[in-house]
């Protein structure tokens, strides 16, 4: 597509619930990756995505996060059992290569944990 | 690994001043920098990017300048306009790691 897409635009979810997020990056775009931003906050690092290679979970801020991506193309963060702290805004971005070509980010998902 | 830090954090200027944010970075193998501007309720947009073999680049009415020496780089903004009013994040990249500044929080006052 044009550019990274990310749905839903908003989340809403009760605390102890399990959320979905998706990314559907630039066609052709091999590197894929998810931030997490607090109101007001910067960019935190949770995970990148490279062609086949196993994926780099450092930023993952505990097991009950995870992210898959299917094909190279779109992937999914999952957030179980949710927590008030969760509430943020999830950005996904890609780029041709990582660390040589800028970054193109999605809108971002804002979930709210109530 | 790399640390980006970035100054000043708020920055409020009046319409058709220049506006100057600057960060340094600590790993001199850094070899690309770029700046991202993010508005209201919107995901963070590439406005202009710098390698580390040029001190200098300029698209309109934004430049970049670098000094690897001194491990910094700043981005200037000319004759601000109250549409450039956003939070604006630099970064620094080692090929395969990018990471980017806590962000500065430009207005412009019309």
């Known amino acids: 597509g044009a550019g990274v897409s990310q749905s839903p635009s908003n989340k809403v979810t009760e605390k102890g619930k399990d959320v979905e997020l998706r990314c559907d990056p630039i066609s052709g775009h091999t590197a894929l990756y998810w931030y997490r931003q607090s109101l007001g906050q910067g960019l935190e690092f949770l995970i990148y995505?490279?062609?086949?290679?196993?994926?780099?979970k450092s930023g993952l801020p505990s097991d009950r996060f995870s992210a898959e991506r299917t094909g190279g193309s779109v992937s999914t963060l999952t957030i179980q059992r949710t927590q008030q702290e969760d509430s943020a805004v999830y950005l996904c971005?890609?780029?041709?290569?990582?660390?040589?070509?800028?970054?193109?980010f999605g809108s971002g998902t804002r979930l709210t944990v109530v | 690994g790399e640390n980006v830090e970035q100054h000043p954090s708020t920055l409020s200027v009046q319409e058709g001043d220049s506006a100057v944010i600057k960060c340094t970075y600590s790993?001199?193998?850094?070899?690309?920098f770029p700046w991202y501007k993010q508005e209201l309720g919107k995901g963070p947009q590439l406005i202009i990017d710098i390698r580390s073999n040029v001190g200098e680049k300029k698209d309109q009415r934004i430049a970049v300048t670098l000094n690897k020496t001194a491990k910094h780089f700043s981005l200037h903004i000319t004759e601000t306009q109250p549409e450039d009013s956003a939070v604006y994040f630099c970064?620094?990249?080692?090929?395969?790691?990018?990471?980017f500044g806590a962000g500065t929080r430009l207005t412009v006052k019309p």
């Open positions: 995505f490279q062609g086949n290679s196993a994926p780099d």
């Open positions: 970064a620094a990249s080692i090929m395969n790691d990018m990471r």
């Open positions: 971005a890609s780029s041709a290569d990582r660390g040589l070509y800028g970054y193109t």
């Open positions: 790993d001199s193998a850094s070899n690309y």
